[in-house]
């Protein structure tokens, strides 16, 4: 069966640094991803969406990589700032479907 | 309106009863999607609207939940004869069309069966 898998542990690291986020998934083809961030007692935010035959995708300080032969996406945070502290999910999606499958995210905390 | 409304935001019921949990999208948004969320889990998929098709109803976890769209618009999830592990946040989402991918989401509906 379909799996997305991200780091169930949050990630801290130090103000300034750069953030890794990493998801991977099995038993699946996604014609696309993308990266939501949600804060405490919110709905997930739209941050980011990568296609399959893009490799990597920035918007200011964010950039997300996208390798279909590693099944894997990974989600930069460069120059960390505590605001950046939040739950972000990954959600690949297939083609063809409007509805994106959502992993269960990775908490990041960000220390000043 | 300027975002995703839902209401309530929370919402506590007792074991056996019905609930009706409310999405409002975003005006002139014609894709709409229910997704529950349990404590430590991801979003699970529950329903999809898109325009005037037929919904896609295969997440619905039982026959006790269904959901409605009228006039293209407002949505409407109802739990029938709640239980326990029905407590969750419900959150809707809404996409400008059924080829846009990005969700915009609402805060969520908090419920609580006791």
């Known amino acids: 069966s379909q799996k997305i898998e991200q780091n169930s542990e949050a990630l801290n690291i130090q103000e300034g640094k750069t953030a890794t986020l990493t998801c991977n998934y099995t038993?699946?083809?996604?014609?696309?991803l993308q990266w939501y961030r949600q804060d405490p007692g919110r709905g997930p935010v739209f941050l980011l969406l990568?296609?399959?035959?893009?490799k990597e995708k920035r918007k200011e300080r964010l950039k997300v990589t996208f390798d279909t032969t590693l099944k894997q996406s990974l989600f930069h945070i460069t120059a960390s700032q505590p605001a950046d502290s939040a739950t972000y999910l990954c959600a690949p999606g297939k083609g063809g479907s409007y509805i994106p499958t959502f992993g269960r995210g990775t908490s990041l905390i960000v220390h000043p | 309106g300027a975002g995703v409304s839902q209401s309530p935001s929370n919402k506590v019921t007792e074991k056996g009863k019905d609930v009706e949990l409310r999405c409002d999208p975003i005006s002139g948004h014609t894709a709409l999607y229910w997704y529950r969320q349990s404590l430590g889990q991801g979003l699970e998929f529950l329903i999809y609207?898109?325009?005037?098709?037929?919904?896609?109803k295969s997440g619905l976890p039982s026959d006790r939940f269904s959901a409605e769209r009228t006039g293209g618009s407002v949505s409407t999830l109802t739990i029938q004869r709640t239980q326990q592990e029905d407590s969750a946040v419900y959150l809707c989402a809404s996409s400008f069309s059924g080829d846009s991918e990005k969700l915009f989401f609402g805060s969520g509906t908090q419920l609580s069966v006791l």
């Open positions: 038993n699946y083809s996604p014609a696309y």
């Open positions: 609207f898109q325009g005037n098709s037929a919904p896609d």
């Open positions: 990568i296609r399959e035959n893009e």
